[in-house]
């Protein structure tokens, strides 16, 4: 049976294959090799495979196959599962299963893992019956990345993996596949969105993840010219739009940009798309975002009115809802560039304040590390984060320039994603440089994954931002619970110079800009993995601008040398 | 305003797939009066009544319908209520 199952996935193209072995999926692993042309990676944790597999799907657009055992392979994933789930990624995992006729009796390794991951995938399916396994692989795999994409699970017991089957079905399981493609846009709904763009006196673009899965950012942008509308991101839409781009004001959200903060806060009409309008990207939902007419772009209609009531809502494909709205619009719309010099005048007046901030700090400032390696990667370099202070910074200064180069844990928040997701994404494009920008406690949490790099050869760059804290915690603990430090101060344990040795990748420490530019340099130009550890101060790392939990995108908390701006717009 | 409505669903997939669609359920802000299902073969029909404000029943609708496993699903206002205005709980995405 599991011949077939990997013949199948071989015709499919599914032929990189992540995970870690074990009694329930032995045979699905022996058949690979029975059938041959599969790469199987040997991570070191199931959920490093799972986020290499969550990265990889993100940059080729079709899944990698994950294949674990049963019982702690299947509940190793979870983690990685949810992750997918919630920033929709197109994964597909296999876990295996105990013999069908010991379910339910806590035999060795069962875990009742259809029923633990059921509300965190977009499909899970146990197979009972060996005719179904094709089925149910062909049907998960092609749900994995049909309309909105998302994690797939197929349990397969291993009594049903050994069977032998001459039942080659070629069908899939009873599932309307059409469903997922998106309805064309309502002409009408349509109409009232280009009425409100025109009539509106500062329209902004909100670009969620989804406008780069739509391949849609030259309409977003065709619509921004036209109005001179500036436009924010979330979180996952630095991932859409060039943010070299004149009206990109970057991210906007708690850890946003201020002039992104301040281009969504003033907006009296917002066209947003591919985005579920997350409390992350508005800080809160009342009352003000009331008061603005949003029109509300989706491919998955169960977004709309989910977080915000949209005054227009339409499921569509972005490309081709916006496509309808530039050729209902004239030309040169509607010019007034006031708002957008503002936005601009406080983005200078931002920089400014880090630069003098930067002269003030001791060891290396965030942000000019970031600056420092955006000029020396290629433009096209993928970019992978792990998740805390250090992804805020990267949220805030690092420029994506090319849509599809921005990998970060933006929904569940998921420390332990760089070192895997990197490899991942090197797997899926060997020809480009990764870089993965890590917290020290997010690295420690999958840097056994670090293996891989020579085994396999997948040379990337790693970049630590070592402040020997859980900062981003510690940030809340200064601001909200009156500077009480609990469990956030790491020892000086480990030394990273050491663990990258000890994988054979070059472990540097740097003293100074000078020395950390030779050594990115050198990697780059050599296409050699290398471990930067880059030592920041936990007294100083705090993450400029803020909007605190429950604040609204005005009341940011901004740099010092910011005290006579506002981000309230007067006419 | 708050309202009872009534879900009916087609389901594949056994009591895993009402377990998914129960998943979902769960986290409706509603309140549930009745659910029922009925077993046929490869299939389920579920129904369910519940009561809420229209956006929330909404809500738990629409995420329903994503579910592969939900083959077909209708809303429904109960006897003597307007239908019309039900239907448009699923249209007016
Ligand atoms: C798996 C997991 N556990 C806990 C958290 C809560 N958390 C969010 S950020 C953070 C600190 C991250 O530390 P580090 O990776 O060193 O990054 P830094 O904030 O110091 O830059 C923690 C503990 C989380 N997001 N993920
Ligand atoms: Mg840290």
Known sequence: MVDQVAKTLKEMGA???????????????????????????????????AHAADAYGRVKGRPAVVAVTSGPGATNIVTGVANAYMDSSPTFFITGQVPTSVFGRDAFQETDIVGVIAPITKFVYQVRREEEAIPAVKTAYRLAYEGRPGPTVVDFPRDIQLKRCDCRSDGFLPVRFEKYRPPDPDPEAIDEAVRLLLSARRPVILVGGGVYWARAWPEVIEIAERLWAPIVTTLPGKNSVPADHPLVMGPAGMHGRAEGDAALANADVILAVGTRFSDRTVGRFEPELREKKIIHIDIDPSEIGKNVKPAVGIVADAKK???????????????????????LYIRRRYEEAMEELAKKIRLFAPWKVLKLLRRIVPRDTITVTGVGSHQMWAEIHWDVYVPGTWITSAGLGTMGFCVPAAIGAKIAARDRTVLCIDGDGSFQMTMNNLALVRDYNLPAIFVIFDNRALMLVKQWQIFLYERRIVATHFTERPDFVKVAEAYDIEGVRPASYEELEKWVRWAVRNNEPIVIDVAIDRETDIVYPWVKPGEWLTNALLPPGMEDVSLVYEE | ????????????????????????????????????????????????CLEGVSDEVRWVAAKVERLPEVEEIRVELPKGEDREEASLLLEAR
């Open chain 1, 15 to 49: 032929v990189d294959v992540f995970g870690v072995t074990g009694g329930s999926i032995m045979a699905f692993y022996d058949a690979l090799d029975v059938v041959g042309g599969f790469n199987i990676y040997m991570f070191r944790h199931e959920q490093g495979a």
């Open chain 2, 1 to 48: 305003m708050e309202a009872r409505y009534r879900l009916w669903m087609r389901v594949f997939g056994g009591l895993d797939g009402v377990m998914r669609v129960v998943n979902i359920l769960r986290r409706g802000k509603v309140r549930y009066h009745e659910l029922r299902v009925k077993f046929d073969g490869a299939y389920a029909s579920m129904d369910v």
């Open chain 1, 321 to 343: 809802a916006l496509r309808m709205i530039i050729e209902r619009m004239p030309k040169v719309a509607r010019r007034d560039t006031r708002f957008v010099e503002w936005l």
